[in-house]
């Protein structure tokens, strides 16, 4: 019998499956994550399970705000940054399908402000905190009183990646091996790099025209490279971590740069091959090798969009911000 993510729902809700909104409106703040070891591949299409385990680091601080209401419409309202998402966008209808799993009747609709400190589909993860702020505020107008391991399987269930916004600094989302999914979850891996500083460079804010969920299932059925992934996921997350705990960064970013070039080489290598990067990310690259034989420690990470993540420490803050003049820096563990 397949699992449908509304059994997942009942599993972890019980009895509070139908317990109406505690309150009349609630908000969150989620932030986003750059995964360093990649999730891409799925095991199970429905539940968002994924083929490996992955790893991230939050982008403390930009991410995504939500505000939700019971409203007195006939349909659910969502706001993306201030204005109405029409109800034929696969946005609305993305969102609408994750309500509807807990609705306590059907006649029950949502008013959803969301406000994004991050461009929206254009690989920097804003599903990832979109889901997981949403999930969050639903969590505070029902008073579920989740726990944060239940609240990241719910958060997984309308993106695979939110489920890693749960938490904040090193998280690990553990593949599972249940087919309920169960086990397939984010948990922190709590260790503090106060000099660690991640770089986003914005080359294009465009929605991207393939989704991952498409992207990755393409990749599956037609990149002779998907054999070897997830060998490669496993020996990069364990690498990754130790060169966490040794703060050794020339570690770090070999792996986390390696692992995201070898995720876009899988995607080259489909047929019809999938491109995410533009002219401007492979000049920008070609610049980061270039300072990196100069001798600077700067790294890079890419999701499935056109932008990038650099990796490099306090200590060439200044330096890195000359060569890269609008260069957004996050710092996940300065307040920490
Ligand atoms: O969670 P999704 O469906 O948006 O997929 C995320 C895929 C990547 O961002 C490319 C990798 C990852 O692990 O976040």
């Known amino acids: 019998m397949t699992i449908k993510k509304s059994d997942v729902v009942k599993q972890i809700l019980g009895d509070r499956t139908n317990q109406t909104p505690a309150k009349t409106a609630a908000s969150a703040f989620a932030s986003s994550n750059i995964a360093l070891c990649k999730y891409w591949g ?30 007195n419409t006939s349909h659910d309202i969502i706001l993306l940054n201030n204005e109405t998402v029409s109800i034929d966008s696969v946005f609305y209808k993305r969102l609408q399908q994750f309500l509807n799993l807990f609705r306590t009747s059907p006649d029950i609709f949502f008013y959803i402000k969301t406000q994004s400190t991050i461009p929206t589909s254009a690989g920097f993860a804003s599903s990832a905190s979109g889901f997981a702020a949403l999930t969050l505020a639903l969590n505070e107008l029902f008073q579920w009183q989740l726990e944060k391991n239940e609240l990241s399987i719910l958060a997984r269930l309308g993106s695979g990646s939110a489920c890693r916004s749960i938490w904040s600094g090193f998280v690990e989302w553990h593949s599972g ?19 660690l500083c991640l770089g986003l460079i914005f080359i294009c804010d465009k929605q991207k025209k393939l989704s991952s969920r498409d992207a990755m299932q393409h990749t599956i059925t037609s990149s002779v490279f998907y054999e070897i992934w997830p060998t490669k996921v496993a020996n990069d997350l364990s690498a990754i971590k130790n060169s966490i ?36 990310t492979i000049s920008v690259i070609q610049k980061i090798w270039q300072l990196r034989e100069k001798g600077l420690s700067v790294f890079f990470t890419q999701d499935a969009g056109p932008n990038l ?27 920490k």
């Open 42 to 71: 799925k095991r199970n299409q429905e539940l968002n399970l994924p083929v490996t385990s992955s790893f991230s680091i939050s982008l403390d601080g930009k991410g995504t705000s939500t505000e939700i209401q019971i409203a």
């Open 177 to 195: 091996t249940r087919e309920d999914g169960m086990d397939s979850l984010g948990t922190p891996f709590t260790v503090a790099w106060p000099e």
């Open 245 to 280: 705990l040794e703060k050794n960064f020339f570690s770090f970013g070999k792996i986390s740069e390696s692992n995201s070039l070898a995720m876009h080489a899988m995607m080259l290598a489909a047929w019809p091959p999938i491109n995410y990067s533009s002219p401007e």
């Open 309 to 335: 993540t650099l990796l490099f420490l306090q200590q060439d803050i200044e330096t890195i911000s000359q060569y890269f003049s609008d260069l957004e820096i996050i710092r996940p563990f300065a307040n």
